[in-house]
């Protein structure tokens, strides 16, 4: 299985939609837990890195690309 590469403030989507209704989510913080922002109700969430690998399914927006 290959890593899964991804950056500070790029677009995220995860496997389980947020109670709001969307499942994009940016990446504000990057070290041994990553902190995300929902981009629907702007709700914030730290999470360790070996969950949120687990639970991130693709990259949708490339920092470079905003």
């Known amino acids: 299985m290959e890593a899964k590469v991804f950056e500070l403030n790029d677009v995220v989507e995860m496997k389980k939609q947020h109670p709001c209704g969307t ?3 940016k990446i504000i913080r990057l070290g041994a837990d990553i902190r995300i922002k929902c981009t629907g109700c702007g709700h914030s969430v730290m999470i ?3 969950e949120f690998e687990k639970k991130m ?10």
């Open 23 to 25: 499942n994009a989510w």
């Open 48 to 50: 360790p890195r070996r």
């Open 57 to 66: 399914k693709k990259v949708l927006v490339k920092a470079t690309e905003e």
